[in-house]
């Protein structure tokens, strides 16, 4: 059972990874333009979504670290 929680640890932290990389990259691919016009641009959108889906991912990891701890005992 403890190798099931440690493969799923692994996977939603490379996941977590994975969305800090996409909303790290968005926020690269910013312009000027998207600084200066008011509003939600695409690319804000985008860092949002990003954001929400790596803390998402986080509580979903810790969770498993938890019920790791737990049945591991």
Known sequence: M???FIIA???LAGF???SL???LVAFLQMTKEDLENPGITRSH???NK???ARVKYQ???IGALVLL???AQ
Do not use: K
């Open 9 to 11: 640890f692994i996977i």
């Open 50 to 52: 990003m954001m929400f």
């Open 21 to 23: 990389i996409r909303g």
């Open 2 to 4: 403890t190798y099931v």
């Open 59 to 61: 509580a979903m990891a």
């Open 69 to 71: 701890m737990l049945f």
């Open 45 to 47: 959108e985008m860092q």
């Open 16 to 18: 977590v990874v994975f």
